[in-house]
């Protein structure tokens, strides 16, 4: 069972900036893909960034060149920086684990950003 604790929420102006951070039990990251969703009031989760085991990312097409997602083994920690915050960026931001064995998802509790005009 992979538990996933993300971090670093919070309101912040249009334009400004927040890094999340998202801690797994354990070593997982060589044989899980990471990655970051969000689900804004009454819309779907949808897919922000997301980092292979190899290091490959891939990005939606709204936060390319604002957002970056990376990781830390040593540390079992995935990062996604927010940078230029729109918005429209508003959401609970959710890290997401995919077993590469499995394909068993796995999601953390969530964390509010709130970006305002």
């Known amino acids: 069972q992979v538990q996933l604790v993300e971090s670093g929420g919070g309101l912040v102006q249009a334009g400004g900036s927040l890094r999340l951070s998202c801690v797994a039990s354990?070593?997982?990251?060589?044989?899980?893909?990471m990655g970051w969703y969000r689900q804004a009031p009454g819309k779907q989760r949808e897919l922000v960034a997301q980092?292979?085991?190899?290091?490959?990312?891939d990005y939606a097409d709204s936060v390319k060149g604002r957002f970056t997602i990376s990781k830390d083994g040593a540390k079992n920690t995935v990062w996604l920086q927010m940078n230029s915050l729109k918005p429209e960026d508003t959401a609970v931001y959710y890290c997401?684990?995919?077993?590469?064995?499995?394909?068993?998802?796995?999601w953390g509790q969530g964390t509010q950003v709130t970006v305002s005009s």
């Open positions: 354990g070593s997982i990251f060589s044989l899980y893909h």
């Open positions: 980092i292979a085991s190899g290091g490959r990312t």
């Open positions: 997401n684990a995919v077993s590469m064995l499995s394909m068993t998802n796995y």
